[in-house]
């Protein structure tokens, strides 16, 4: 199977996350390409809150895949800004090329407090282009930057994209 992993990541958490999750899909046979999304201009912490507040998008250094037809899982993450997604994802999901019948996880890394504004807009974004949630998930950033752990966790995740529900 062919899965895209598309991610933002700041402070290394997500990041960490999703190379745990692409070596967990790569060891089960899978084909996994990644795409980091960065800004073109990285912002300080302050306008990266306050662009998330907003639901602003960021121009991104390079552009996202074009299409999506060709990968049968695409993974979304990052971090969990003022409650909501980062700029960079917003640009991403704002803009889903044909999505229509793809599987989508989406995963949000948090340091504290709650996902559920980020993993909600995620979800409706994805929804709207026409992509099929099959996982959701909020790992905590302690997990995600302990190696240990973060293998573990990867590894559950995967557990859960390939249940046999998801493709049948």
Known sequence: MRVLVVYHSRAGATHQ????????????????????????????????????????????????????????????AGPVWAGRTPPEL???LDNLPDAIGRRFGVFATAGSGRADGWLRSAK???????GM????????????????????????IVDQLLRPSVWS
């Open 90 to 92: 917003n640009t991403f």
């Open 17 to 76: 996350l999703m190379q745990a999750v692409r070596g967990a899909l790569e060891a089960r046979g899978h084909r996994v390409e990644s795409h980091r999304l960065e800004p073109v201009r990285p912002a300080d912490y302050l306008a990266c809150g306050w662009g998330a507040l907003r639901r602003r998008q960021a121009p991104l250094a390079k552009d996202p895949p074009k299409s999506l037809m060709a990968y049968e899982l695409i993974l979304i």
């Open 133 to 156: 949630i099959v996982y959701e998930d909020c790992v905590k950033r302690s997990v995600a930057t302990k190696p240990s752990d973060c293998a573990r966790r990867a590894g559950e």
């Open 124 to 130: 409706n974004r994805v929804e709207r282009a026409g």
